[in-house]
């Protein structure tokens, strides 16, 4: 019954960014925590970023320092802002949502870095 909506991916070039958008069908608030994950061709899901109800965020270190997470609970929205983009970014980016031992998920959006 949860639903979570993923948007903005797309190809760019090395060095770009791009913004991606989780919109959730209800409160974010709802949720213990709002994360994003992602899968490359081949390789197993990973974790990419998170916000937890009290604001706590946590970051992989492939990432840290280009990426941040935020989100807008008037619009029910977590964003995912990718800066310096590097061709192992390349994946289907996933949002979750979780509470207690529940998680939701929506249903990707293919990000490619690519020259």
């Known amino acids: 019954q949860v639903q979570l909506l993923e948007s903005g991916g797309g190809l760019v070039l090395p060095g770009g960014s791009l913004t991606l958008s989780c919109a959730a069908s209800?409160?974010?608030?709802?949720?213990?925590?709002m994360s994003w994950y992602r899968k490359a061709p081949g390789k197993e899901r990973d974790f990419v970023a998170s916000?937890?109800?009290?604001?706590?965020?946590q970051y992989a270190d492939f990432v840290k320092g280009r990426f941040t997470i935020s989100r807008d609970n008037t619009k029910n929205t977590v964003y995912l802002q990718m800066n310096s983009l590097k061709p192992d970014d390349t994946a289907v980016y996933y949002c979750?949502?979780?509470?207690?031992?529940?998680?939701?998920w929506g249903q990707g959006t293919q990000v490619t870095v690519s020259s």
């Open positions: 979750n949502a979780s509470i207690l031992s529940r998680h939701y």
């Open positions: 209800e409160n974010i608030f709802n949720f213990n925590a």
């Open positions: 916000i937890n109800v009290g604001g706590r965020i």
